[in-house]
Each structure stands twice: as structure tokens, then as C-alpha cells.
């Protein structure tokens, strides 16, 4: 088909790539950016279906975290305990990275400490997970370097933050809040320094493999690159299908300004599968996947009446029982998950590269996970 794309266009935008990542999310634009680190004369471009990213980089909490006690017990049921500590270790190491990239003011990040809030009822009881804090504090020492990174929290805090049926909660004095805008606008930022252009409402369609090369067919034109690195994450199914990753859609809401609102950090409830924190004196609340699995396995964006009364009632009968903020705000994002724990950060043919599932803990783990696609991509070159 004949595309009326000049010369120009065509050997300045679309030919001669060493690398095109597909994905503009946080591994997307890590991989990208390490890449033109490491090899600035490189030439690499990223392609993006939407005309913002639209899996979850741009949609989720902004927690900076690791994991909460109940959350850990339940990937133990799965995982051995070397696996949830090399994962865990990937969290704590892709904070690092991010942050170092960065840095702290760019992505607003707030070391206001995490908890873990206990109703009563929960699969894993608060005196399950209190007892197992000495186990995981000792555990995470080795990799994180810090002591104490969990204590019960004061019994005063619930009261404190206004909280109503409450019985205990657990603190973690090293997780933190970003501001996922100024992150991923920083993170562009980055990409654009060192001269890679990011193509947006560029979906990619087909990919093509040519003697030495990679071609590949999108909805605006056709690329030719040498190495392909695939980092649509819940979204990689479309194009391999085998591979273990299951999309998982979350849901969250965010309330209009409170003027006397008390929380202040990172809250998780229910094995990590309901959270909400503070922003800008607004309260951020998602999830509820676990509500219906199934349902929820999904790439649509969307939200549905089930999840969002789930979000209202733990909203209006126990963060904020006196006061009935209207919500602003309500969203999906689309996140990655696979009955392993670990990301898949691989080749999956030749000069095609992946790095997708970071099971919902990317703006932890995703500097990381970008990074070590780029160096499994360099070792090729
Ligand atoms: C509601 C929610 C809350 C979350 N909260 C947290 C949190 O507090 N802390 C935390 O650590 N993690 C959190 N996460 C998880 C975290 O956001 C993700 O793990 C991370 O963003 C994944 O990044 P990614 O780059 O792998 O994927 P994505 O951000 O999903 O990026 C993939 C990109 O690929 C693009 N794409 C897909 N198909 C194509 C195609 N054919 N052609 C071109 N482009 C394509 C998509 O448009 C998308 O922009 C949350 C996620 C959600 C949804």
C-alpha cells in the first residue's frame, strides 16, 4: 500500500534501528534508556500503542514497597522462600534503580512508612503475621541491609488515623509514595535526553522476521530494527500467546480533597489485594481483583459495579467513617501476573527480547527489569 511517507520520513523514522522496544511503560522506557546509556551511539526507538501508555505504568498507586506480611505468607503458599526472596530483592533493587535514575524530588517519593491494616477475619490473622516479623525482618536484612523493617505498629495509630475496625496493624518503616505523573513524566524525560524518540498511537501488528533483521508492521508504518524487545507487559499474549503471563486488571478510585484528612502512607489490606494511601489530601484506594479472578483476567479497561461498592464500603466504613467524600476519580489498569513469581526477562527468538510481569509490583521492580533486558540485548551486539 503506498504510504506517502517521504524519504525522508522513512529513513529518518522508520529504517535502520539497532533496538525498537515495544511498550512505553516504566520497563519500556528503562530498557530503552540503558540502552542508549551504555551504548550511546546506538539508534533506538520506542513504539506505543496509546497515546499515553495504557497498561498500568500511568494507572497505579505509586507505592514504593516490597510486599506486606500477609501478602509474602501468601506468595510462600506458591513460591519457595528463595523465590520470594530473589523477588523481593528485584522490588527492593528496582527502588533503588529508580530512584537513582531519577532521583527522590523528580518522582516526589515519600519515605512515610507503610502499613499493614488488620480487620479481623483475614486469612492470615495479625497475630500470624506478628509472629512471623522477627522471621521476615532477618530474612530481608540480607538484601535490603536494613534492620527492623517491620514492627507492630503503636495501638494508638488507628484512632489516630480515624480508622474504625481496626484491631492491629503492622508497620514498615521502609516503604514510601511517588508520584507516578512525575515519575513517568520524568522517566520521558530520560528517554529524551538521550535522543530516542517515543512513537505514540503506534500499535504494533505483526512481526516479521527477515535474514538479520526484524521488520515490524504497525497501524502507522512499517520499522526495521535488528533487535526487538517486547515490553507490553498483561498485553504480550497477543503476540506470544504460550508464554505464562495472565493479565490481571485493577481497579482504583480516588476521593475529592479532604480538608481534615488523617492517613498518612502506604496501607495494604488483605494480602496486599486491597491498598490506599494520602495524595495531595485526597485518599487513593484499589483493588479488589481477588473479588473475581476471572472476571478481572482481562487487557479491557474497565470498571465494574462489584469491585468499586467493594472499594466504597472499605472506604466509608473503615478508612474514613466520618465523612463521606465524593469520588473524583475512577480508573483500570491493566497489570501482568503468572503462577510464578519472578518477571520473564528472556529471548524469545532471535534478536526478539521480552521483559514482562512484574506481578503487580512494577514501579518497584520495572527500573530493574528494563535494565537486565538491555544488558541480555548489549550482550548480542
Ligand atoms: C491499579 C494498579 C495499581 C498498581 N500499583 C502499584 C504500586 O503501587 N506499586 C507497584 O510497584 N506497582 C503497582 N502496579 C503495577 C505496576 O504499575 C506495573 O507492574 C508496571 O507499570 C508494569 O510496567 P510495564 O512497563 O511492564 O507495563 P505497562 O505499563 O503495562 O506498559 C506496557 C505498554 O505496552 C503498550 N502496548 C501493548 N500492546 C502494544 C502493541 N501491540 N504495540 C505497541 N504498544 C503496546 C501498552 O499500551 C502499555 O503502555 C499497579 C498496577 C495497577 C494497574
Known amino acids: 500500500m503506498h504510504s506517502n511517507y517521504s524519504y525522508w520520513e522513512d529513513k529518518t523514522f522508520f529504517k535502520h534501528y539497532d533496538v525498537i522496544v515495544i511498550g512505553s511503560g516504566i520497563v519500556g522506557l528503562n530498557a530503552a534508556y540503558q540502552l542508549k546509556f551504555k551504548e550511546p551511539v546506538l539508534k533506538v526507538g520506542v513504539i506505543e500503542a496509546g497515546f499515553l501508555p495504557t497498561g498500568a505504568s500511568t494507572k497505579n498507586a505509586g507505592f514504593a514497597c516490597f510486599g506486606s506480611i500477609s501478602e509474602i505468607l501468601n506468595e510462600l503458599k506458591t513460591s519457595t522462600e528463595e523465590e520470594v526472596l530473589e523477588v523481593v530483592e528485584a522490588r527492593w533493587k528496582g527502588l533503588v534503580k529508580l530512584k537513582m535514575i531519577l532521583g527522590e524530588k523528580a518522582i516526589d517519593y515519600q519515605n512515610f512508612g507503610g502499613y499493614e491494616v488488620f480487620k479481623g477475619g483475614e486469612e492470615f490473622s495479625s497475630l500470624t503475621c506478628i509472629e512471623n516479623i522477627p522471621y521476615f525482618n532477618k530474612l530481608f536484612k540480607s538484601i535490603t541491609g536494613q534492620t527492623d523493617i517491620y514492627a507492630v505498629a503503636n495501638k494508638n495509630k488507628a484512632a489516630v488515623f480515624g480508622f474504625s475496625h481496626v484491631n492491629s496493624m503492622i508497620y514498615n518503616r521502609c516503604e514510601a509514595q511517588i508520584d507516578t505523573g512525575k515519575m513517568m513524566s520524568a522517566l520521558l524525560g530520560r528517554v529524551q535526553e538521550v535522543n530516542t524518540p517515543v512513537f505514540n498511537n503506534c500499535k504494533l501488528l505483526?512481526?516479521?522476521?527477515?535474514?538479520?533483521?526484524?521488520?515490524?508492521?504497525?497501524?502507522?508504518?512499517?520499522?526495521?530494527?535488528?533487535?526487538?524487545?517486547?515490553?507490553?507487559?498483561?498485553?504480550?499474549?497477543?503476540?506470544?500467546?504460550?508464554?505464562?503471563?495472565?493479565?490481571?486488571?485493577?481497579?482504583?478510585?480516588?476521593?475529592?480533597?479532604?480538608?481534615?484528612?488523617?492517613?498518612?502512607?502506604?496501607?495494604?489490606?488483605?494480602?496486599?489485594?486491597?491498598?490506599?494511601?494520602?495524595?495531595?489530601?485526597?485518599?487513593?484506594?484499589?483493588?479488589?481483583?481477588?473479588?473475581?479472578?476471572?472476571?478481572?483476567?482481562?487487557?479491557?479497561?474497565?470498571?465494574?459495579?462489584?469491585?468499586?461498592?467493594?472499594?466504597?464500603?472499605?472506604?466509608?466504613?473503615?478508612?474514613?467513617?466520618?465523612?463521606?467524600?465524593?469520588?473524583?476519580?475512577?480508573?483500570?489498569?491493566?497489570?501482568?501476573?503468572?503462577?510464578?513469581?519472578?518477571?520473564?526477562i528472556k529471548k524469545l527468538e532471535p534478536n526478539v527480547f521480552c521483559a514482562v510481569r512484574c506481578n503487580g509490583m512494577g514501579v518497584s521492580m520495572g527500573s530493574l527489569s528494563g535494565q537486565q533486558v538491555a544488558d541480555l540485548v548489549l550482550n548480542e551486539m
Open 206 to 344: 505483526e512481526i516479521i522476521h527477515q535474514e538479520n533483521h526484524v521488520i515490524l508492521k504497525t497501524n502507522q508504518g512499517v520499522f526495521k530494527t535488528n533487535k526487538v524487545i517486547i515490553a507490553t507487559n498483561g498485553f504480550i499474549n497477543e503476540f506470544y500467546p504460550d508464554l505464562q503471563v495472565f493479565p490481571g486488571r485493577g481497579q482504583v478510585l480516588v476521593t475529592q480533597q479532604i480538608p481534615t484528612l488523617k492517613i498518612k502512607g502506604t496501607f495494604h489490606y488483605d494480602k496486599g489485594f486491597f491498598y490506599f494511601r494520602n495524595i495531595n489530601n485526597r485518599i487513593l484506594l484499589g483493588g479488589g481483583r481477588n473479588i473475581d479472578f476471572k472476571l478481572e483476567e482481562t487487557t479491557q479497561a474497565g470498571i465494574t459495579d462489584q469491585v468499586q461498592s467493594a472499594l466504597e464500603e472499605l472506604l466509608y466504613e473503615t478508612i474514613i467513617p466520618d465523612e463521606k467524600p465524593i469520588i473524583e476519580y475512577r480508573w483500570s489498569g491493566v497489570m501482568a501476573f503468572g503462577n510464578e513469581l519472578k518477571p520473564i
